[in-house]
Structures are given as structure tokens and as C-alpha cells.
């Protein structure tokens, strides 16, 4: 049977895209069943079936009790932060509808697909990445790997603008800005490629700044001349009003990417407005949101100890980054011009597809039955957070957060700490695996706990606990534990504090298939 094609996902924030390579090797955007190159991270639930994307978008003004959006600023926690259909959903089920609805749709294309590369955030935690994992489970997909989005972006501007060779390797060592501007999100990373290693050396961001901000600051406007004109009359008192006046407010902005000025047309209970915008008043009344990425990117370079002047390449990815605006300030802060070759919503998954395809030719064999040359490209990341076991010192009974693998190291990495056991005959061991927080572990994300069991009944006080963390490159974590007195050596599971356990997760990918069923 022959190999079915990888695919490359972007699984945005606010919109999703899909690629695949060509057979000359060459990305390629795949359209989905309503004919666009990206479709909305939107669903409409309604009961056990569900819409993914456009039509979803256009159901949200009349039925937004039944929306789920901005899914992805909820993985790594237990529940999506509203009820949907009045339901809590954990966010990994609602990320999986997405993802179950870009492969089929990518399916009607290529024929079936099993497997893929799926990108995240380059800040995003280990709970987080793995809830990604856990939702292409349940869209039925076997993730190759996980990558991050700044990686995956060089990966396609380098092959595109052609600083990488058809092997991956870069021609000269660069050091590159990305900067991804969103729907929801603001992601800055920057990176070093030499020969065919990519390192991420720094990365920053904000959360909670993307586009969707600078179309409530329009929608505002809008509404706020609604009201002087009506009376007091204000259309953001209903949900389905807010609704409308931020989709106005985005198409408006789309144009004033293209055009000096619009005129928008808002309507609602019978009155209405037409109010004419420049995309002067636009930048002025957004100029803040733009100042923030700029104070963003100054304090990334100086962390990475770095000047523009060091910088060889400046990379725009994330659809709000076609704002004139964005260009201009980062050509006027740095000096460099910007590389538009790509476009920005589309290099994320090209990125991920070319190296969906790099994975896939280390694997299978070529025609003549020997295994293809192994393409060279490795990519590398820091961890972004502090990893470490939070204990308890015997003699104080305070907390202690010992860090195994300390935020910024480049992975993979296996690192292990020595700690000794409190009492005599302890029947077992548990290691409380955290994430970030100070010395005493406070403000940590709690990553989930590992047990040793089955200690002899004797085992003195003060025995050797060797606790390993193994990082992924893909930034998934392994836990080891090892008793050297024992002679014993474990790979524990990790119960998790958060997220979709295995019983769990059984259970929502038969729901999901029971769904797809009718
Ligand atoms: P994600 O955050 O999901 O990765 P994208 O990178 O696709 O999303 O960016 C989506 C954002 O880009 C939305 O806020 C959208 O309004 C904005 N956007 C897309 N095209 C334009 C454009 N031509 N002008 C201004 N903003 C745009
Ligand atoms: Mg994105």
C-alpha cells in the first residue's frame, strides 16, 4: 500500500490551515470544503453534531451559547472557559472537532490521511502541548511531531526565499526574528539557524493581544457613534449585537489593509449608521495595541542580549501582521526590511508540512529499498519554563522547588536530581513534577505527580531517589525514576493534574466517533 501523504496543521487561535507537498516537493495550501485556504477555529456544537469553521462563524451572532472559539488559549486546562450547549467541554475535545475537520476536508484531496505535524506556540507548556497531542488523538490523526510555529515559519521562508538548501541546511548562519501576530495571540521568537541546526534562543509574547483587539477598539467606535446618534440607544447591550459589531468591525479592518479609507455600515433594531474610517484614524486609535508588540520585541532582545544589528533576517507571520502598520514599525525599528515573500497565514502550515515530509524521508525506504539520505535539518528549542520536583525539606517542613531543568535549555536534555528518602520502611514515593514558580514553589503550574510503589518493607530512611526528566525536542516530558541501592530503574507515568487522562480520553474518542457515526 502506498505511504498516504503527511500533512502539515496550523491549529490557530483563530484560524486553521492545512498543507501538504506537492509531488515536486513544493508546499502546497490545501483549500477546504468551502473553497478558503484557512478556515476559522470555530465550532458550532449542536447537540452531538457539530460545524466547524465559516458556517459556524455565521451561526455565532444568533446561537452564541453554542460557539466555542479561542479554544486554544484554554489547552492544558481541565474544562473550555464557558459552557457550550450547556456543557463543559475540556478544550482538547473542541481543538479535535477542528482537526477532525481539516483532515477530512484534506482528505478529499489526498485521499485518506493518518498522519501529520502539528505546530504549537513556542511558549506553549508541556500540559499544553501535551492536550495538542491528545486532540489529534481524537481527530484520529498520528502526530510525526509537534513543532513549534516561529520554527516551522523559517522552515518555509528559508526554503521559499531559498537560505536554506534543498537539504535544509542554511547557506549562512542567521539569526532571525519572527514575529507573529494573530487573532488572539502575539508570539515573538527569536532564532538561530547554522547548517541544518534551527535553535529558538529566546521567546516572548502576550497572550492576550491579537487581532480580535484591534477589532474590538473599531467595534467600540462603531458602537459609540451608534449611540451618540441614537440617543443613548447602545447595540453592545445583547450578545448577538456585540457579535455583529466586531464582525463589521473586522472586514472593515481586512479593507483598511488594502485601502486609505472605508465606509462601514452598521444596522441593528431597525436603526442604523454609516460612518466613514481612514486608516489614519484606524492606526491612531489602535496605536497602543502596536506599541505593545514594539516594548515586546525590545525587552526579548535585550534578554537575548542581542541588537538589531545582529539580526540577518525579520519574518512576519499571522494574519494581522498585514497591517500596514505592522510593517512599518518594525522596518523603522530595526532598519531591516521585512521578507514578504510568504504569506503570512499560510507559512506556519507550509513550514510544518515541509517538515512533515523531512520526517517521513527519514523513515521510509526509497524505490530501491534503501533508506533514503537522511536529511540533516535538526530542530532545536529551549524549554520556556522552569521544570522541577516540589518537596517537602524534612527538617523544616517547607516547601522546596527543585529544578531539574532550568527555563531556556536547549533541548532534548536528560537531567536528574539525587533526593534521599524521609523515613524508614516508606511503602512508596511520590514525586510532585511543577513547572515554573520561586524557590518555594509558588506560583508553579502543577504538571502531575509520579509514584514509586512497591518499596521493600524495610527500605531505611535516607536511601538514594535519582529523579530524571527527559525533554523532548518536541518539549514533551518522560520521568524516570531510579533506586540505585535497588538496583531499580522505572519510566513512571505521570498522573496529570490537569488534562484528559487515558480512561478519559478513551471515553470522549468513542463519544466523538459515536457523533461522526450518524
Ligand atoms: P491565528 O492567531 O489563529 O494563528 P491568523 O494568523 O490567521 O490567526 O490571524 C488571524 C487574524 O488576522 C485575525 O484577527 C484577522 O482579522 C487578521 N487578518 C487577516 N487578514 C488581515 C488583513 N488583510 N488585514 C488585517 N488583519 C487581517
Ligand atoms: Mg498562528
Known amino acids: 500500500m502506498p505511504a498516504s501523504t503527511p500533512i502539515g496543521i496550523d491549529l490557530g487561535t483563530t484560524f486553521s490551515v492545512v498543507a501538504y507537498l506537492d509531488s515536486t516537493g513544493r508546499p502546497c495550501t490545501i483549500t477546504n470544503s468551502e473553497g478558503d485556504l484557512i478556515t476559522p477555529s470555530v465550532v ?38 464557558k459552557k457550550v450547549g450547556g456543557e ?16 477530512r476536508d484534506a482528505e478529499l484531496k489526498l485521499g485518506p490521511i493518518d498522519k501529520a505535524v502539528v505546530t504549537v506556540p513556542a511558549f506553549f507548556n508541556e500540559p499544553r502541548r501535551k492536550a495538542t497531542q491528545d486532540a489529534a488523538q481524537l481527530a484520529g490523526l498520528q502526530i510525526l511531531d509537534i513543532i513549534n510555529e516561529p520554527t516551522a515559519a523559517a522552515i518555509a521562508f528559508g526554503y521559499q526565499v531559498g537560505f536554506l538548501d534543498a537539504k535544509g541546511e542554511a547557506r549562512q548562519k542567521e539569526t532571525i526574528l519572527v514575529y507573529d ?34 477589532d474590538r477598539r473599531l467595534a467600540d467606535h462603531i458602537a459609540d457613534k451608534f449611540r451618540d ?92 501582521s498585514r497591517m500596514p502598520m505592522v510593517q512599518k514599525m518594525l522596518e523603522e525599528e530595526s532598519g531591516l526590511k521585512v521578507d514578504r515573500s510568504l504569506s503570512p497565514d499560510e507559512a506556519v502550515a507550509h513550514g510544518a508540512a515541509l517538515y512533515a515530509g523531512l520526517l517521513m524521508a527519514r523513515d521510509v525506504p526509497t524505490a530501491a529499498g534503501k533508506p533514503a539520505a537522511k536529511p540533516a535539518m535538526r530542530v532545536r528549542n529551549v524549554s520556556s519554563h522552569d521544570l522541577g520536583v516540589l518537596s517537602k525539606d524534612p527538617a523544616t517542613g517547607r516547601s522546596v522547588n527543585s529544578v531539574i531543568i532550568p527555563r531556556n535549555t536547549v533541548l532534548p536534555v536528560t537531567k536528574g536530581k539525587r533526593y534521599r528518602t524521609a523515613k524508614v520502611g516508606q511503602k512508596s514515593i511520590v514525586i510532585n513534577v511543577i513547572e515554573g514558580g520561586d524557590g518555594a514553589g509558588r506560583n508553579s503550574t502543577p504538571i502531575g505527580r509520579c509514584t514509586i510503589r512497591e518499596l521493600p518493607s524495610d527500605f531505611p530512611a535516607g536511601s538514594i531517589v535519582e529523579v530524571y526528566f527527559t525533554y523532548g525536542e518536541n518539549g514533551r516530558l518522560k520521568v524516570e525514576g531510579r533506586l540505585p541501592e535497588l538496583r531499580r530503574k522505572a519510566t513512571l507515568s505521570i498522573e496529570r493534574a490537569s488534562g484528559l487522562n487515558d480512561d478519559k480520553l478513551n471515553e470522549w474518542g468513542d463519544r466523538l466517533k459515536a457523533g461522526r457515526g450518524r
Open 229 to 320: 446618534k441614537h440617543h443613548g440607544f447602545d447595540p453592545r447591550q445583547d450578545a448577538a449585537g456585540i457579535q455583529r459589531l466586531l464582525k463589521e468591525a473586522e472586514d472593515a479592518k481586512r479593507s483598511l489593509s488594502a485601502r486609505d479609507s472605508v465606509t462601514i455600515t452598521f444596522e441593528h433594531v431597525g436603526q442604523g449608521i454609516r460612518l466613514p474610517i481612514t486608516r489614519a484614524e484606524f492606526e491612531e486609535m489602535t496605536a497602543d495595541l502596536l506599541e505593545r508588540t514594539r516594548f515586546t520585541i525590545r525587552s526579548l532582545l535585550k534578554e537575548a542580549r542581542l541588537q538589531w544589528s545582529d539580526l540577518t533576517r525579520l519574518l512576519l507571520v499571522g494574519g494581522s
Open 44 to 81: 458550532l456544537l449542536d447537540g452531538t453534531s457539530s460545524v466547524v469553521g465559516k458556517e459556524a462563524v455565521k451561526a455565532a451572532g444568533m446561537e452564541p451559547d453554542r460557539i466555542a472559539d479561542f479554544a486554544k488559549r484554554d489547552m492544558g486546562s481541565m474544562f473550555y472557559s
Open 88 to 103: 463543559q467541554l475540556p478544550p482538547e475535545v473542541i481543538q479535535s472537532l477542528i482537526l477532525e475537520k481539516l483532515k
Open 181 to 214: 501576530l494573530g487573532g488572539g495571540t502575539f508570539d515573538v521568537t527569536l532564532m538561530e539557524i547554522e547548517g541544518s541546526d534551527f535553535t529558538a534562543i529566546a521567546t516572548g509574547g502576550d497572550v492576550y493581544l491579537g487581532g480580535i483587539d484591534w
